[in-house]
């Protein structure tokens, strides 16, 4: 009964929310031909007249979009420094198709056109219609698992678009170990340029592909970057999709005090 | 309030289990099964979300009343049992080594008893694994890691004599939601959730 009791009072707590203004549209990509929702979460203060703001493409919009949007806002305030414009990619075709580099038994391979969605359509219209910054430093691309892995496809192939990664849980593991690949080919081209990237991780992702390619990655970056920001974090007790909300807001704080 | 929704789901099926329990009880009960001051209970389990991870455990139960007891649990577990190279990655090790007690209840029927109990305890994961593709020089990396481990234990037992059936499941309530409130961190109690098979003894 006791028990019954502490998990009651657990189970009635609140969670507070901060509320923010978005928008939301569609686009029809003639890159991948499918057609996405984008909602864009507005800072507090947006003022369009006076500043123009960093902007966080969120993938997994659908689930990862309300989380990213009002914790970007409570850490701003938290560290007196401005928000940035959150940009949520809703689905268009399947993760596993848009989020995949190559063609293997777990995904489609259609990241090379959903980066050309996000480089040639999606960027310049968020950065025609409202105060987006426009320089690589002041676009930050948020991704887990497959959508982490995109991200590092993002990070090694176009380099030029993003300058700051928040790679949670990425599946480094796919096709056996491809993204490792392409950072070794395009290493040289990239390696100078200043880059913030977090990588994270659930501590107890046991299931035998997660965390051996994961720390391959992170010993690439550390020892052959030598403008990078670089930040590992292991979630204690948590797996594969709890470590996911504890990793945003690591990453979070990490490109809020880093940037 | 999704919270809510969802711990009041798993509290109504935790309380229609007890219940129905209860009423096979009252109608079939004559009270003679057998209620032995101790009882071992060795088994072997595995985890039914992944399918990989295999136990054994022991379980040693106190009957301190006919309807309170204390008990022990012990488990090793051998983890990712069937998938231990895959794309290169090799599983150098993988195991849980899991402690608990918890105080439980029992209900008695005629020929089988259902303990209700209550766990608390640590669990401790150890695992390593090595990237060895040959395209790139070996990288290991290795967990050991220390959780706390909560939860409600079901023990179904069968038999009269010396010897019984024993069966039971443990559904952890860690991280959801005594770690965490975000309903995503479930992946991790799923992860700890077992069922069991056994025989115990009377002593």
């Given at each position: 009964m006791p028990f019954l009791f502490v998990l009651i009072l657990v189970s009635c707590q609140q969670e507070e929310s901060i509320p923010f203004l978005s928008e939301e549209f569609s686009i029809n990509s003639a890159s991948t031909g499918a057609t996405y929702t984008i909602n864009v979460a507005f800072?507090?203060?947006?003022?369009?007249?006076?500043?123009?703001?960093?902007?966080?493409?969120?993938?997994?919009?659908?689930?990862?979009?309300?989380?990213?949007?009002?914790?970007?806002?409570?850490?701003?305030?938290?560290?007196?420094?401005?928000?940035?414009?959150?940009?949520?990619?809703?689905?268009?075709?399947d993760r596993a198709i848009d989020y995949t580099p190559s063609d293997a038994n777990e995904g489609g391979g259609g990241a090379a056109q959903f980066m050309l969605f996000v480089k040639d359509e999606l960027i310049p219209r968020i950065e025609s219609d409202?105060?987006?910054?426009?320089?690589?430093?002041?676009?930050?691309?948020?991704g887990h698992s497959f959508g982490g892995l995109f991200a590092a496809y993002a990070f090694t192939n176009y380099n030029a678009v993003f300058g700051n990664y928040l790679m949670l849980s990425p599946s480094i593991w796919y096709d056996n170990e491809i993204i490792l690949k392409m950072e070794k080919e395009n290493r040289s081209s990239i390696a100078n340029r200043h880059q913030l990237v977090y990588l994270g991780l659930g501590e107890l992702e046991g299931g035998g592909r997660m965390l051996a390619p994961f720390q391959a990655f992170y010993v690439q970056l550390e020892r052959n970057y030598p403008?990078?920001?670089?930040?590992?974090?292991?979630?204690?007790?948590?797996?594969?999709?709890?470590?996911?909300?504890?990793?945003?807001?690591?990453?979070?704080?990490?490109?809020?005090?880093?940037? | 309030?999704?919270?809510?929704?969802?711990?009041?789901?798993?509290?109504?099926?935790?309380?229609?289990?007890?219940l129905s329990a209860q009423n096979g009880q009252i109608k079939t009960a004559k009270h003679s099964f057998p209620v032995a001051k101790l009882t071992i209970e060795p088994a072997i389990g595995l985890n039914p979300y992944s399918m990989s991870n295999f136990l054994v455990s022991n379980i040693v139960q106190w009957n301190i009343e006919k309807r309170l007891?204390?008990?022990?649990?012990?488990?090793?577990?051998?983890?990712?049992?069937?998938?231990?190279?895959?794309?290169?990655?090799?599983?150098?090790?993988?195991?849980?080594?899991?402690?608990?007690?918890?105080?439980g209840t029992s209900l008695y029927g005629k020929r089988s008893a259902h303990t209700f109990s209550m766990m608390a305890g640590i669990k401790y994961d150890a695992f390593q694994e090595t990237l060895h593709n040959p395209e790139f020089e070996p990288v290991t990396a290795t967990v050991k890691s220390v959780s706390p481990d909560f939860g409600l234990m079901y023990n179904w037992k069968v038999g009269k004599g010396k010897c019984f059936f024993s069966y039971r499941m443990y559904l952890p309530i860690y991280p959801y939601p005594l770690k965490s409130f975000d309903i995503w961190s479930l992946d991790g109690n799923l992860a700890n959730m077992t069922m069991e098979f056994g025989m115990g003894i009377r002593l």
């Open positions: 800072p507090q203060d947006y003022n369009p007249n006076t500043q123009s703001y960093a902007t966080m493409y969120v993938l997994d919009g659908e689930e990862n979009f309300n989380f990213v949007a009002e914790n970007c806002e409570r850490i701003s305030r938290e560290l007196s420094t401005s928000n940035v414009l959150v940009v949520s990619i809703g689905y268009g075709r409202y105060a987006a910054d426009t320089a690589r430093e002041s676009r930050i691309i948020l403008g990078i920001a670089l930040e590992k974090q292991l979630q204690p007790h948590l797996d594969h999709q709890g470590s996911k909300n504890p990793n945003i807001l690591d990453g979070l704080h990490f490109y809020f005090q880093n940037r | 309030m999704k919270h809510i929704i969802y711990l009041s789901i798993y509290f109504v099926l935790v309380s229609l289990t007890s007891s204390i008990v022990s649990y012990t488990s090793y577990a051998y983890n990712n049992a069937l998938e231990r190279d895959f794309n290169y990655i090799r599983t150098d090790y993988n195991n849980s080594l899991t402690q608990k007690f918890g105080i």
